[in-house]
């Protein structure tokens, strides 16, 4: 079973930036989706932005386009958001999840979810 760790979120101002990490325990195939959700309560969450552990794939919700990255570290287990030109409406909890591939992704279909880290942007 596959455990999520999400860390890195904070309090930042407008314009600021913050790199959310989430370090993954247990065995990582290729395919594997990860993706990287936002809920505000009483808000509909989205999916922020996805990628395939291998490669190449990657999905980026429209809001987020060209200011957030998703990316990894094979060696260290982790899966990153790079969060720039934060705006006040990026305030959530982040969280990351993982699929067994895209296949399951696009199904919502995920065998693990972090327990997620909280982003406040203010304005």
């Known amino acids: 079973q596959v455990q999520l760790a999400e860390s890195g979120g904070g309090l930042v101002q407008a314009g600021g930036s913050l790199r959310l990490s989430c370090v993954v325990s247990?065995?990582?195939?290729?395919?594997?989706?990860f993706t990287w959700f936002r809920q505000v309560p009483g808000k509909e969450g989205e999916f922020v932005a996805a990628?395939?552990?291998?490669?190449?794939?990657?999905y980026y919700t429209d809001s987020v386009k060209g200011r957030f990255t998703i990316s990894k570290n094979n060696t260290k287990n982790t899966v990153y958001l790079q969060m720039m030109s934060l705006k006040p409406e990026d305030t959530a909890v982040y969280s990351c999840?993982?699929?067994?591939?895209?296949?399951?992704?696009?199904?919502?279909?995920?065998?693990?979810w972090g327990q997620g880290t909280q982003v406040t942007v203010s304005s």
């Open positions: 999840a993982v699929a067994r591939s895209i296949a399951y992704y696009q199904r919502r279909e995920f065998d693990s």
């Open positions: 247990g065995p990582i195939l290729n395919q594997n989706a």
């Open positions: 990628m395939i552990w291998g490669g190449p794939w990657t």
